[in-house]
């Protein structure tokens, strides 16, 4: 990267740093069963929710408990369950319709990242009704309250049930926008293991290794704080003791310690933000439809590595904190120790070294989408142009 343009992200990343103990970032209020919902609706008044989802977790009949209390409690959902990997501008307007025609009063977010997302998206609408989506990309572009937003994960590792982000793909260009601003965190979130025992090994597995990339871009960037840092390590501690036995096993107590590690690792991030293996599959999932779960676990040994001694202290630590070693054996020996757990990790949970279907002909564009997104908000260790990042996607197809 040029100086000038480096000496302007340092700057941009060093003022927002600056300004992270006075922005308004919260908590989203902790539930541990669908079952308590109809009781927070009840205390604010609301009476038509939305409940966004997908026609998989629906069929699957992981709504259903919450559809029939809802039912039972004068509150029946207005339910939309076409999000799809990836949701997009036609998506959320779809849900945003349904919201309108039927006078909903709240949102209820019930899967992955996806939903999350998607409705994120809506109560975005809702409360800016004349601006488009595509207007609120970028940071602090709502600035108004939205409904009641309440999200249930159905997956251990988005942590977008605690971030400030929405992740939207615009239906005609195929490229991938993040909006982030402060309304979007979800007031409630409920981490309820019952609802996540029934998705595939695959998914949890891979939104598992999604968790783990939070957690480590938001220690080694250079906006972290003790809270942020504190989180990250612990989420990283809890996925490499549970997401064997929560992916392969299937264990009630190591899924509750996944969707807890999830948790954790998105109140890191979206404090101290992520990084460029994030930006890279963002622009992988919006051009080919790629799961973002499993882009994020094949990128994040990659990138490491590509980082070198500049992320070596702080891998070192994590190391630590993963059980893999001691500090006395050396930064350098421990950081490798750790990325070389991170490869060994996927090989076990079934996930490839390599992501099949990058064409050459299209890194320059995807490079370009990664470049835009990540510079100048993500204060990675090391920064990278549109040129340098091409690098990556050439390391991720083999």
Wanted: net charge positive; aromatic share 6%; charged share 25%.
């Amino acid at each position: 990267m040029d100086k000038v343009k480096e000496i302007y992200c340092r700057i941009y990343q060093t003022t927002l740093r600056t300004a992270l103990p006075f922005l308004p970032y919260r908590n989203p209020k902790i539930l541990h069963s669908v079952t308590e919902i109809p009781g927070v609706l009840i205390e604010k008044g609301l009476k038509r929710p939305l409940l966004v989802t997908d026609r998989s977790i629906r069929e699957l009949g992981l709504t259903k408990r919450l559809e029939e209390v809802l039912e039972e409690n004068g509150e029946p959902a207005f339910v939309y369950d076409g999000t799809k990997q990836n949701p997009t501008t036609q998506m959320v307007m779809e849900a945003l319709k349904i919201y309108r025609d039927n006078g909903c009063d709240c949102i209820i977010s019930f899967g992955g990242g996806s939903p999350m997302d998607c409705a994120k998206g809506v109560g975005a609408c809702v409360a800016r009704p004349k601006k488009p989506l595509k207007r609120m990309a970028g940071i602090l572009k709502i600035g108004r309250k939205l409904p009641l937003l309440i999200a249930v994960p159905t997956t251990a590792g988005t942590g977008s049930e605690t971030t400030l982000a929405a992740v939207i793909v615009d239906g005609e260009t195929r490229h991938k926008y993040v909006i982030n601003d402060f309304p979007l965190i979800p007031s409630y979130a409920v981490l309820d293991p019952s609802v996540i025992s029934m998705l595939p090994s695959s998914i949890a597995a891979a939104t598992g290794m999604d968790a783990l990339t939070h957690a480590v871009e938001a220690y080694i960037g250079r906006s972290t704080t003790r809270y942020t840092r504190g989180e990250a390590k612990k989420a990283v501690r809890a996925v490499f003791h549970d997401i064997e036995d929560a992916a392969a096993h299937r264990s009630l107590r190591a899924e509750k310690g996944m969707l807890i590690a999830a948790h954790r690792a998105g109140r890191a991030f979206t404090r101290s933000y992520v990084g460029y293996i994030h930006a890279v599959s963002h622009s992988l999932s919006g051009k080919y439809n790629m799961p973002h779960g499993r882009t994020n676990a094949i990128l994040l040994p990659i990138v490491l590595e590509m980082y070198g001694p500049k992320v070596h202290q702080k891998l070192a630590e994590l190391a630590v904190c993963a059980g893999l070693g001691k500090m006395s054996e050396g930064r350098e020996a421990l950081a490798e120790k750790f990325i070389a757990a991170i490869y060994e990790l996927n090989e076990r949970l079934g996930i490839p070294r390599k992501i099949e279907g990058i064409e050459e002909e299209d890194i320059d564009v995807l490079a370009a989408y990664a470049d835009r997104e990540a510079n100048p908000l993500y204060p990675v260790p090391i920064l990278w142009d549109r040129e340098e990042l091409k690098e990556i996607y050439r390391k991720a197809r083999g």
